[in-house]
């Protein structure tokens, strides 16, 4: 699009408008030559696969040294797997764990795990970030200024994509390794167009997105927290949050601001509606192996971002084929305990000798296939 005219560039944007053509799927666009090519490290046996093109779509031309990403195939077995962090009681990553330290219940039954190994893969997220007109655009300019910041987390080999949404979800950015794009792009948005703040129907259409995505996934949502119109209801996401295996982790933009509500004297009927939706956020969080922060300055957010990246950089992935094989459909609770190899809890201390408690962030369970015997969601 460089040689395009403006005219002509505004007469595609309003026809792509018009015909609303929806997006299957993420795919991996090539990095623009400005910036030289970006390229995903050569896979090799067992290696963790980059995010693929979307279904049915081919894979963008090669320009230049620019390299495709690659493919994987999946082996279908009954087998789940399940993303494991484990900190201290004060937030720091424990690294350095045996399988032998991990024991996996499956609805109350002890599991054998098959596989165990720490996370390699570079970091696969999508930063889903509420693009609103309420407020007067002030929850906007505050998701793209903390937003923008995580992109200096990232590393050169981690994929990033970004979606906004108002009334409905748009990938803005497809998954690039190119942060620099993604910045100039969350520089250049505008004003919102829109009112509404569908957050249930943005996460779930980005787990849709993601299914069929390669590598290590996980979702950033920055988000007030508030849902205005959203087509899905909150069982609703709350159900689809129960057959996914990607990470949730949130991030609140108006804590102070309703701190600083309830200090004027705001109803309680608006005070109930901001803890409902923080409740929401948390579950979604937990439920997934995440984690939902609320900072009130903006001091907070880099060390936010640095916790987050070290959560993803330093999991353990856990397999295990489960006693119960029916394929009934049914959700399966998960209790994933660090513990010794004798299976007494995990010792513990600070430098001090004091014991401290071990904490353990995983999915909560998963819902298992039916029919044909598949991996397990």
């Known amino acids: 699009m460089r040689n395009c005219t403006p005219v002509r560039v505004v007469f595609l944007v309003v026809l792509a408008g018009l015909l609303a053509i929806p997006f299957q799927s993420f795919s991996m666009p090539p990095a623009p030559q400005?910036?030289?090519?970006q390229t995903p490290p050569p896979a090799a046996p067992g290696d963790q696969q980059v995010p693929p093109p979307a279904?049915?779509?081919?894979p963008a031309g090669n320009k230049g040294d620019q390299k495709k990403p690659s493919y994987s195939i999946q082996v279908e077995s009954n087998v789940v797997n399940v993303d494991v962090v484990v900190t201290d009681q004060n937030g720091?990553?424990?690294?350095g764990l045996k399988r032998e330290n991990f024991r996996v219940l499956d609805d109350g039954q002890a599991q054998v795990i098959t596989n165990f190994g720490p996370t390699e893969a570079p970091i696969t997220v999508a930063m889903v970030m509420e693009y609103s007109a309420l407020s007067y655009n002030y929850f906007a300019a505050k998701a793209t200024y903390w937003g923008s910041d995580f992109l200096n987390h990232l590393n050169k080999q981690d994929w990033v994509a970004l979606v906004t949404y108002s009334m409905k979800p748009t990938v803005q950015v497809d998954f690039t390794q190119n942060k620099d794009e993604v910045y100039r792009t969350m520089r250049s948005l505008g004003f919102p167009d829109f009112h509404e703040a569908n957050?249930?129907?943005?996460?779930?259409?980005?787990?849709?997105r993601l299914q069929d995505v390669k590598g290590k996934k996980s979702v950033l949502l920055i988000t007030t927290g508030k849902d205005t119109f959203s087509k899905h209801t909150l069982d609703q996401t709350y159900k689809r949050l129960k057959q996914t295996d990607i990470s949730v982790f949130c991030l609140a933009l108006a804590e102070v601001e309703n701190?600083?509500?309830?200090?004027?004297?705001?109803?309680?009927a608006q005070?109930?509606?901001?803890l409902q939706s923080k409740n929401e956020l948390e579950n979604f969080s937990k439920q997934t192996g995440g984690y939902a922060w609320f900072p009130r300055f903006d001091g907070e957010i880099p060390?936010?971002?640095?916790?987050?990246?070290?959560f993803l950089r330093n999991q353990y992935t856990i397999s295990f084929a489960p006693s119960n094989s029916a394929h009934d459909g049914k959700y399966h609770k998960l209790k994933i305990d660090v513990v010794e190899p004798?299976?007494?809890?995990?010792?513990?201390?600070?430098?001090?000798?004091?014991?401290?408690?071990?904490?353990?962030?995983?999915?909560?369970?998963y819902t298992a296939m039916t029919g044909q015997v598949g991996d397990l969601k």
Do not use: C, H, W
């Open 259 to 268: 701190v600083l509500a309830d200090a004027r004297g705001r109803s309680g």
């Open 271 to 274: 005070n109930i509606a901001y």
């Open 303 to 310: 060390e936010i971002f640095q916790t987050m990246a070290a």
């Open 199 to 208: 957050m249930f129907d943005a996460l779930i259409d980005t787990l849709d």
């Open 342 to 365: 004798d299976g007494s809890p995990l010792n513990l201390t600070n430098k001090k000798g004091k014991r401290m408690k071990a904490q353990v962030y995983a999915r909560e369970g």
């Open 55 to 58: 279904q049915g779509q081919a």
């Open 92 to 95: 720091d990553v424990l690294t």
């Open 34 to 37: 400005e910036s030289g090519p």
